[in-house]
Structure formats: structure tokens, C-alpha cells
């Protein structure tokens, strides 16, 4: 026979049940609530014994690179996360920390993710109670973004450290409110002579390291109102007592709170000397310039009373005005002798105009000209002496005048120097060509004399530019003058704001262009096509001239 149920009984195991209901409710909610919190840290929690892992969050699942928690709790061993070369160091710690043993709560190491990346964490160990038996947690900060500024900031250092030690200039740090040196590289010391315990922790004050007393208060102000200084020259002293010339740059760095100053100097003590004696040599060389100029002027003037006498002499003989020298040879050495003076003249009016274009004394007067006069008037000049080297020589010229402005004695002087360097050095049989047209785009003004001659090297060519360059040696050449024809002529036609351009080949001949600039051009419709002209040919002596 069942026995009666008390109903007073069964209200109370009910009233228990719905209690127990209510507190597993309460704790899941608490469970769940919990997970949240621990999901929702930013740092990595691993909860183990040292091998399976018993809790993680979903941050070290994101940390580790996996796909879910579920995979992270199916790990055989989560100490292999570690890093190879940490894994020894941290199973000691999990070891200790299971055991109780002593063991850190703070520390820094290396893991790797799924894909094989390192990655630095931050981490705080310790001991807990996992169902009853003890367990490790740690929670872990991915600090590798720190790691790698860190590194990045001690190779600069590094960097930074070896420059300052293996630069060849002197480096200094001195505090920017006394002048103390904090520090100073090795230059600094090999090229001031003084020692490492006689500067550091001293001013400049102190050991006397300026020459002039302000010279620090001068550069402080400089880097308050410019933040810098560049090359700013100094004079320092030396132990020894000897001064040296020094240019310094200034910047101004902070180091723990305190305003340094980071020299950096350069010896210029013998580049100064250096500049001091050119500066004195081209002073002197100047002086003597000047000499040479006035003697020369002196000179000349000397010698045009007396060679002028010569030639009216020697002119008045070699014509026998006043009736027969009674000898054929005494009219032929006076003839001789007239030709030498002139060629004397020429040689001090080359020198004298020469002069006077290197001092800028010689003044132009620009008249309006065209091309075909100056050439034409030149090759009346130079015909005789062409005729006598049985030469030809041809002109080429624009169809329509090519008018400008330029100098005509001078312009003239210029060309009769290129033709007469052109007869002396052709051959017989040779051609040689004068002319004249307009740079096509420019308006620049171009007179070129070309020849069939022996030609030049590179090197003879600026031998030639030069006041007295021959292109031979006087001791082996077969031709006569003073080496003052083309230097003569350049400074001429650059006292015209023109070039003059010598193209030459040994055995090929020589092109001089003289390029006058637009300025100089007048206004013309003219068309530029050139147009050669070879003049009416006659024999004489077995070859042919030009004919004017």
C-alpha cells in the first residue's frame, strides 16, 4: 500500500528545487557574463598545464592566427607556440609556476603565429586553481610594433654613435648653458692636440679652447635667432699655444631635458694660408702685369721714333730719290731692310692692341658695314702674298648683303690675321676660303677662314690661343712670327661679344669661326643660302691666285 504523500514536504522540495533552478540560472549568467569580460580583453589569456590547454580567449586566438577557440583547446601542446629559441625559458617558468617554485610574473618573449611570424608579447604569469588541481595563466600584450621601434632606435643610436666616433671632422657636445663638453670624438682630440680628461666635463672658458673671448656668446645668439649655425669661422687654441683656423656648424639637439650643442668643425687652417698666398701671388702677378703693360707701352713708343726713321730710309734709299746708290744690292738691302721694319711695326701694334684688350683699355667704334665690303677689302690686302704662295682662295656669301655693326679696323685686323695664318701655313696649291652668313634661328653673324693647310692637334690648337704659343717648337718651325695673330684676334672679337672657334686635324687643315651676336646683325630681309665664288684665276709662277 503506497504510502501518503505530505503535502507540506513536497511544497518544500519544490520550493528548493525552483531555488537551486534560480542560483544555476544565476551562475550561468555569471559564466557567461565572465566569458565576455575575458573574450573581450585585448590581451591573449592562456590557462594550462603545460601541454593541453585548458582555457584561452578569443584574443589569443587572434593573437595565434587560428580559426576558433575550439581549434586553440585542440592544441597537443601549447608551448609550442613559443619560440624555438624561448621554449627552453618558458617551460622552466611553467614548470616552476605549476610546482609553486619561485619563478617571474613579469617577463618578455618571442611567439609565432600559424604562419610562422615572430611576434614579441608582453607577459604576466601566475598560479591558479583549474578543477581542483593547480594550472598556469598567463596573459600575454603583443608588443612587437614596440620591439621593432626599439630596434629601429638603438641601430640609429648605434648609427649615430659610430659616426660620431669615425667622423674625420671634430665633433663636440657641450651643454648650451655653460659651454661644458659632454663629449668629444677622436678627431676632435688628434686634430686639437688636447687630451680627453683636459676637455670633458670642462667649459671652453675654462681650458681657453677660444681665441677670442666672445666668439661662443657670438654663436649662442646666432643658433636663439637662426636655430643654426653654418661655417662660422673661428680661430681655437691649442695646447701648445698655437692658433688655428677652424669654420664650425651648430645645431642644437635635446637630451633629457637639457638643451646640447652638436658641433661639428673643419680645419681650414692651411686652405686659408693656401688662399692667403695665391691671393698674394695673384696680387703680385697683377703687379707685374701692370709692369709688363706700361713697359710695353713705354717700349713701343721707344722703338716706333726710331723704326719709323728706318722705314722713311730705308724707303728713301731702296726709291733712290736722290739719285743711284751706285749698287743693284744696296737697293735691295734697302728694301729688305724696310720690309723687316715693317714687320717689326706690326709685331708692336699687335703687342700694344693686345695689351690694351686684356686691360680693357681698347674702345670699338661700331659703324654700319656688310659683310662683302670687310671680306673683299681684306683679300685686296692679302693678294700679292697669296699670288707668291700660288694659292686660291674662294668666298662664300649670302645673295643679298648681310649688314651689322661692328668695329672695322678691328674686324678687318681679325680676319687679316686668320688669312694671313691661313697663306703662311698652306701649301702651294692649297685653298683657302673666307666668308660670311646668318646662323639660321639665332641671328648670330658667322665669318669663318678655312684652309687645306698642315692643320693642328688639340694641344697645338691651345698653344695657339695663347699669347706667344706657337705650334711648333721656335727651334724646328718653318714659319716666322711672334705667336700674337689668335690671341690677338679672339680678344677682339670677344671685346665684340663674340666667339672665335678653331676646328683643325693634322694634315687635314684648319676652320676658324669667328660668331658675332645678334645684336650686332641690322634688320634685313636676306635670304641666307650661301653663294661660292671663285675669282677669275690667272698662272703666275706656275700655280693659281685669287684674283680681287
Same mark, same amino acid.
Given at each position: ?21 534560480? =542560483?544555476?540560472?544565476?551562475? *550561468?549568467?555569471?559564466?557567461? !557574463? ?20 585548458? $582555457? ?32 627552453? %625559458? ?14 617571474? !610574473? ?17 607577459? $604576466? ?51 648650451? +648653458? ?7 670624438? #677622436? ?29 661662443? *656668446? ?16 673661428? +680661430? ?11 669654420? $664650425?656648424?651648430?645645431?642644437?639637439? !635635446? ?38 703693360? #706700361?713697359? @710695353? ?7 716706333? /721714333?726710331?723704326?719709323?726713321?728706318? @722705314? ?9 730719290? %736722290? ?9 735691295? $738691302? ?22 690694351? &684688350?686684356?686691360?680693357?683699355?681698347? #674702345? ?15 683679300? =685686296? ?23 651689322? #655693326? ?18 703662311? %701655313? ?20 658667322? %665669318? ?16 695657339? @690661343?695663347?699669347?706667344?704659343? !706657337? ?21 677682339? &672679337? ?15 687643315? /684648319? ?38
Amino acid at each position: 500500500m503506497t504510502e501518503p504523500i505530505d503535502v507540506m514536504d513536497a511544497a518544500a522540495r519544490i520550493r528548493e528545487l525552483e531555488q537551486e533552478v534560480v =542560483r544555476l540560472r544565476a551562475a *550561468q549568467s555569471a559564466a557567461s !557574463q565572465l566569458h565576455a569580460i575575458l573574450d573581450g580583453s585585448p590581451q591573449a589569456i592562456l590557462i594550462h598545464r603545460g601541454a593541453a590547454p585548458l $582555457y584561452v580567449n578569443l584574443s589569443f586566438v587572434r593573437l595565434v592566427g587560428l580559426a576558433s577557440r575550439e581549434e586553440a583547446l585542440r592544441l597537443p601542446n601549447c608551448i609550442e607556440v613559443a619560440h624555438p629559441e624561448d621554449r627552453a %625559458f618558458v617551460i622552466g617558468q611553467v614548470e616552476a609556476r605549476i610546482a609553486g617554485r619561485g619563478f617571474l !610574473q613579469h617577463y618578455e618573449a618571442r611567439i609565432l603565429d600559424t604562419k610562422g611570424a615572430t611576434i614579441w608579447v608582453d607577459c $604576466y604569469a601566475s598560479r591558479i586553481v583549474w578543477d581542483g588541481e593547480p594550472a598556469a595563466m598567463v596573459t600575454m600584450t603583443d608588443i612587437t610594433l614596440r620591439k621593432k621601434i626599439e630596434a629601429a632606435q638603438r641601430r640609429s643610436e648605434k648609427l649615430l654613435s659610430t659616426v660620431f666616433r669615425m667622423s674625420p671632422d671634430p665633433i663636440s657636445l657641450t651643454t648650451m +648653458k655653460d659651454g661644458r663638453y659632454v663629449d668629444v670624438n #677622436e678627431s676632435f682630440l688628434k686634430a686639437l692636440g688636447w687630451r680627453r680628461a683636459d676637455v670633458v666635463g670642462r667649459t671652453s672658458t675654462e681650458i681657453g679652447f677660444w681665441k677670442d673671448s666672445d666668439f661662443r *656668446q657670438r654663436m649662442v645668439e646666432a643658433l636663439k635667432r637662426d636655430g643654426f649655425v653654418r661655417d662660422l669661422p673661428g +680661430k681655437v687654441r691649442q695646447p701648445n699655444g698655437e692658433v688655428r683656423d677652424f669654420i $664650425y656648424s651648430v645645431d642644437v639637439i !635635446q637630451f633629457e631635458e637639457e638643451n646640447l650643442l652638436l658641433g661639428i668643425g673643419r680645419d681650414v687652417t692651411e686652405l686659408k694660408r693656401s688662399a692667403d698666398r695665391l691671393r698674394e701671388s695673384m696680387e703680385s702677378a697683377e703687379l707685374a702685369n701692370r709692369a709688363k703693360s #706700361e713697359f @710695353l707701352a713705354n717700349m713701343s713708343h721707344e722703338l716706333r /721714333t726710331p723704326l719709323n726713321a728706318i @722705314l722713311g730710309f730705308s724707303e728713301i734709299i731702296g726709291g733712290e730719290m %736722290f739719285g743711284p746708290t751706285g749698287h743693284p744690292r744696296y737697293v735691295d $738691302y734697302a728694301k729688305d731692310i724696310y720690309t723687316s721694319g715693317r714687320m717689326l711695326l706690326q709685331i708692336i701694334d699687335d703687342l700694344l692692341d693686345l695689351s690694351r &684688350v686684356e686691360h680693357g683699355k681698347l #674702345e670699338l667704334h661700331p659703324e654700319r658695314l656688310t659683310a662683302k665690303d670687310v671680306i673683299e677689302g681684306c683679300l =685686296r690686302l692679302v693678294d700679292g702674298r697669296a699670288r707668291d704662295a700660288r694659292l686660291r682662295i674662294a668666298t662664300e656669301l649670302p645673295e643679298l648683303p648681310l649688314r651689322f #655693326e661692328a668695329d672695322p679696323l678691328r674686324l678687318r685686323q681679325v680676319l687679316l690675321n686668320l688669312l694671313t695664318n691661313a697663306i703662311k %701655313f698652306t701649301p702651294a696649291g692649297g685653298n683657302i676660303t673666307i666668308g660670311a652668313n646668318r646662323i639660321d634661328g639665332s641671328g648670330e653673324i658667322r %665669318f669663318f677662314v678655312a684652309d687645306t693647310g698642315i692643320g693642328m692637334t688639340e694641344a697645338e690648337m691651345a698653344l695657339a @690661343l695663347q699669347p706667344f704659343g !706657337q705650334a711648333a717648337n721656335a727651334m724646328t718651325r718653318e714659319h716666322s712670327g711672334a705667336g700674337l695673330g689668335v690671341p690677338l684676334a679672339k680678344g677682339l &672679337v670677344e671685346l665684340h661679344g663674340g666667339t672665335l672657334v678653331i676646328e683643325s686635324k693634322p694634315s687635314q687643315g /684648319t676652320r676658324v669661326t669667328v660668331t658675332l651676336p645678334e645684336a650686332r646683325r641690322l634688320p634685313a630681309a636676306e635670304p641666307n643660302r650661301p653663294v661660292r665664288v671663285q675669282h677669275q684665276a690667272g698662272i703666275t709662277a706656275g700655280g693659281f691666285v685669287a684674283r680681287g
